[in-house]
Every structure is written in C-alpha cells, then in structure tokens.
C-alpha cells in the first residue's frame, strides 16, 4: 500500500501556473506507477495524466496536452503535476493515484490521496 498526500493546490487567474505535489510514504512508492485524475464539482473524475515507475512513459489527457507535466523522483518519492496556461474549465479538486500499471484508468489505480483543490478564475 502506498499513502500519498498532494499539496500545491489553490488559486490562479486563467493563464497562469501552479505545480501540484504528491508525496508517497511506503516501500512500493519507486515500483509504482503515478497517475493524476481530477474531479469538477457535479462531475465525474477524469483522467489527467499518468507516468510509469521509472519515468519514461508519459500519457495525458487531450485537454491537457501541451499545458501540463508529469514527473517524478523517487529519490523523494514525490511525483509532480507542472500545470501552465491554466484556464477556468481546470477548476476540480485533483487527486493523486498510485498503481501497478501506467494506464489511463481509474480503476487500474489502487491507492489514491486526499485531493488537492484548484481553482482557476476567469
């Protein structure tokens, strides 16, 4: 089991910027792979972004292509969401997902954090 806790959220004008952590507590942190699914008010969650154990594959959702980042670093057990040229439909609270597999799928992910709120005005 990995225990995960993400910070960074808040909020931003349209345009701007923010950088989401997640920090993982547990053993299984480096041999897990890292996804990001957020959730609007009303809505269901949905897919971010997600990256395998070592780094080198990345997926993102089309909405975010271009705009936002994954990275990680074991070292710290930490993975990152870099987010740029936000705009008002990013408003959701976002959560933090660990996994066996890098998939796109909610489900394919066991252990998830608390969330994190972001809020972008117009």
């Known amino acids: 089991q990995v225990l995960l806790v993400e910070s960074g959220g808040g909020l931003v004008q349209a345009g701007g910027s923010l950088r989401l952590s997640c920090v993982g507590s547990?053993?299984?942190?480096?041999?897990?792979?890292m996804g990001w699914f957020r959730q609007a008010p009303g809505k269901e969650m949905k897919f971010v972004a997600a990256i395998s154990r070592r780094g080198e594959i990345e997926y993102y959702a089309d909405s975010v292509l271009g705009r936002f980042t994954i990275s990680r670093d074991n070292g710290k057990n930490t993975v990152y969401l870099q987010m740029n040229s936000l705009k008002p439909e990013d408003t959701a609270i976002y959560f933090c997902?660990?996994?066996?597999?890098?998939?796109?799928?909610?489900?394919?992910?066991?252990?998830w954090g608390q969330g994190t709120q972001v809020t972008v005005s117009p």
């Open positions: 547990g053993r299984t942190f480096s041999s897990s792979a």
């Open positions: 997902a660990a996994g066996a597999y890098t998939t796109k799928t909610e489900s394919s992910y066991s252990d």
